[in-house]
């Protein structure tokens, strides 16, 4: 089983950045996604930005152009981050990483970020 852990949340005003890290247990090969979702309140939880094994990425709409994702596969662990521009009040959520390999999916604890003057 791998275990996913955020980290990187936390208050910033809107227009600022933040960088969110997830580092998995244990290094990921082969075919698999790996990326970010978010829940608001009251909202259902989205995808954010997904990366896959092969490096292709995918990005909501509303953050495209303003969000990175990217990954470091290192010899023992998988790190993937999320590079977040131009944060505006509506990005306001909490933040989960998630795996998915074949049918199986892990997720993270949730980092809380809030954006706000």
């Known amino acids: 089983q791998v275990q996913l852990v955020e980290s990187g949340g936390g208050l910033v005003q809107p227009g600022g950045s933040l960088r969110l890290s997830c580092e998995a247990s244990s290094r990921i090969v082969g075919i698999y996604t790996m990326g970010w979702y978010r829940q608001a309140p009251g909202k259902q939880r989205e995808l954010v930005a997904v990366i896959t094994g092969g490096g292709s990425t995918n990005y909501a709409d509303s953050v495209n152009g303003r969000f990175t994702i990217s990954r470091d596969s290192a010899e023992t662990k998988t790190t993937v981050y999320l590079q977040m521009n131009s944060l505006k009040s509506e990005d306001t959520a909490v933040y989960y990483c998630?795996?998915?390999?074949?049918?199986?999916?892990?997720w993270g604890q949730g980092t809380q970020v809030t954006v706000s003057s």
């Open positions: 998630t795996l998915q390999i074949k049918s199986y999916n892990s």
